[in-house]
Nanobody, 121 residues
């Protein structure tokens, strides 16, 4: 079974950057579409960014376009999310996910435990 472990979260100030990492184990990482989701208190889990198996295209929710970059390394079985120009609205628990893809959590079968990102003004 695929196992996903996120790291890299933390507490930062507005305008700072963070890079999240997700280490994958188990079945072949390169066979899955990968994504980052986030969930703020009282909100539903929302799609942040996605990347197909090949890594040749990337997808972002509008609020992070131009600030976040998703990437993957199929040799190291790693997924990344580079987050720049962070704002308090980015505060949430961030999850990496693996599965068939799309912008709905229903499209993903495997989830990490989440990593907290807190941005203060």
């Amino acid at each position: 079974q695929e196992q996903l472990v996120e790291s890299g979260g933390g507490s930062v100030q507005t305008g700072d950057s963070l890079q999240l990492s997700c280490a994958a184990s188990g079945r072949i990482f390169s066979s899955y579409r990968m994504a980052w989701f986030r969930q703020a208190p009282g909100n539903e889990r929302e799609f942040v960014a996605g990347i197909p198996e090949s890594g040749t295209r990337t997808y972002y929710t509008d609020s992070v376009k131009g600030r976040f970059t998703i990437s993957r390394d199929n040799v190291k079985n790693m997924l990344y999310l580079q987050m720049n120009s962070l704002t308090p609205e980015d505060t949430a628990i961030y999850y990496c996910a693996a599965g068939a893809g799309g912008d709905s959590p229903d499209g993903y079968d495997y989830w990490g435990q989440g990593t907290q990102v807190t941005v203060s003004s």
